[in-house]
């Protein structure tokens, strides 16, 4: 099990699920109401992390005892406490459990809500998140028998400026892709903000075996129209630009909030592409399932979880999605760099 030491948000493994290999599960969208049978999926795969990426409530409130309640019903579960048991459990926030659906920095609880789901997921009083006046996010090492993964999670809410909608009237009839939202790309504008952004770039050039970067929505799908990087074209493109100057090598986005489930890659980094693997939703689902040029495979509008296979001896990483009963439904590989 990991062994977690604060002061160096340093993050030990004596274990993992087989030798020199080391299995970190992730998913998003539970929903406190709703049975979540996947979660024993999940267990039985013997994770040696598990990271929930946002919307691991449907608080949509500004009642904070209202919220509360609702994670008390997710600590409930009985694959959720078994879940506890197996893995340490990472998480960052979406916008259900921030407090209301597509909101940014107007949301008039946001520091009583941080309270509430660092005390859920027991973090340390003398952790860094629970200290910081501008945001939730975080980073974490976890080391596994001197393999070092870098885990990043940026907060997309707390700093993040107000979406455009797209104006039906510039709209010509036919062209806009089937089952698109109703935002649009916006240039000057940030989801992060510029404090946060220089924290991102220092926690990105420090070297690790495997950075994985957990965003709570989709990035590197150019367009959706529902919530993405791409409507924040400006930050999406100091991102990947900032991986591509810097040559940061081993680098693999997980992300939630679609309610479909999918694989993307693209070539824009050299000598590697960028991989990302979407999993949504752990109890949410939705069938229409918008277009993704980097798309491999299908999209999987089931239940679903996302697994990384990190097989350090081979240097490699499988990138996997599984269904409820924990058979894959979409599998890739990912080739590390050579060090």
Same mark, same amino acid.
């Given at each position: 099990?990991?062994?977690?030491?604060?002061?160096?948000?340093?993050?030990?493994?004596?274990?993992?699920?087989?030798?020199?290999?080391?299995?970190?599960?992730?998913?998003?969208?539970?929903?406190?109401?709703?049975?979540?049978?996947?979660?024993?999926?999940?267990?039985?795969?013997?994770?040696?992390?598990?990271?929930?990426?946002?919307?691991?409530?449907?608080?949509?409130?500004?009642?904070?005892?209202?919220?509360?309640?609702?994670?008390?019903?997710?600590?409930?579960?009985?694959?959720?406490?078994?879940?506890?048991?197996?893995?340490?459990?990472?998480?960052?926030?979406?916008?259900?459990?921030?407090?209301?659906?597509?909101?940014?920095?107007?949301?008039?609880?946001?520091?009583?809500?941080?309270?509430?789901?660092?005390?859920?997921?027991?973090?340390?009083?003398?952790?860094?998140?629970?200290?910081?006046?501008?945001?939730?996010?975080?980073?974490?090492?976890?080391?596994?028998?001197?393999?070092?993964?870098?885990?990043?999670?940026?907060?997309?809410?707390?700093?993040?400026?107000?979406?455009?909608?797209?104006?039906?009237?510039?709209?010509?009839?036919?062209?806009?892709?089937?089952?698109?939202?109703?935002? +649009? &790309?916006?240039?000057?504008?940030?989801? *992060?903000?510029?404090?946060?952004? $220089?924290? /991102? @770039? #220092?926690?990105?050039?420090?070297?690790?075996?495997?950075?994985?970067?957990?965003?709570?929505?989709?990035?590197?799908?150019?367009?959706?129209?529902?919530?993405?990087?791409?409507?924040?074209?400006?930050?999406?493109?100091?991102?990947?630009?900032?991986?591509?100057?810097?040559?940061?090598?081993?680098?693999?986005?997980?992300?939630?909030?679609?309610?479909?489930?999918?694989?993307?890659?693209?070539?824009?980094?050299?000598?590697?592409?960028?991989?990302?693997?979407?999993?949504?939703?752990?109890?949410?689902?939705?069938?229409?399932?918008?277009?993704?040029?980097?798309?491999?495979?299908?999209?999987?509008?089931?239940?679903?979880?996302?697994?990384?296979?990190?097989?350090? +001896? &081979?240097?490699?990483?499988?990138?996997? *999605?599984?269904?409820?009963?924990? $058979?894959? /439904? @979409? #599998?890739?590989?990912?080739?590390?760099?050579?060090?």
């Amino acid at each position: 099990m990991f062994r977690p030491l604060y002061f160096s948000l340093l993050l030990l493994a004596t274990a993992g699920a087989q030798a020199d290999t080391t299995r970190i599960a992730f998913g998003s969208c539970i929903h406190q109401d709703k049975p979540a049978p996947i979660l024993d999926a999940v267990v039985a795969r013997q994770p040696d992390a598990f990271v929930l990426l946002g919307d691991n409530v449907y608080g949509d409130t500004t009642d904070m005892k209202e919220l509360q309640r609702k994670y008390q019903k997710l600590g409930a579960k009985p694959g959720y406490q078994a879940l506890k048991k197996a893995a340490p459990v990472y998480a960052i926030w979406d916008d259900h459990d921030y407090g209301q659906n597509d909101a940014g920095k107007e949301y008039p609880q946001k520091a009583a809500s941080k309270r509430i789901m660092l005390d859920f997921f027991e973090e340390p009083t003398d952790s860094p998140r629970r200290s910081r006046n501008d945001g939730n996010y975080a980073s974490y090492w976890i080391e596994d028998n001197g393999h070092f993964i870098h885990l990043i999670l940026p907060d997309l809410r707390w700093n993040r400026d107000a979406l455009s909608k797209e104006s039906t009237d510039d709209l010509i009839p036919g062209l806009k892709p089937a089952n698109s939202g109703p935002y +649009a &790309a916006t240039q000057g504008r940030t989801m *992060l903000g510029e404090t946060q952004w $220089q924290w /991102l @770039e #220092q926690e990105l050039l420090k070297p690790a075996d495997l950075t994985i970067i957990g965003s709570s929505i989709q990035l590197l799908p150019e367009f959706t129209g529902w919530e993405s990087w791409a409507n924040f074209p400006d930050d999406r493109s100091r991102l990947i630009q900032f991986i591509e100057n810097n040559r940061i090598a081993d680098v693999v986005f997980i992300s939630g909030d679609t309610h479909w489930g999918e694989v993307s890659r693209t070539f824009v980094n050299h000598p590697q592409p960028l991989w990302e693997v979407t999993s949504s939703g752990l109890t949410e689902e939705w069938k229409e399932i918008s277009p993704n040029r980097h798309r491999l495979g299908e999209g999987f509008s089931q239940v679903n979880f996302g697994e990384l296979d990190i097989n350090w +001896a &081979a240097g490699e990483v499988g990138l996997s *999605l599984f269904d409820v009963s924990g $058979q894959p /439904l @979409e #599998q890739y590989t990912m080739i590390l760099s050579e060090r």
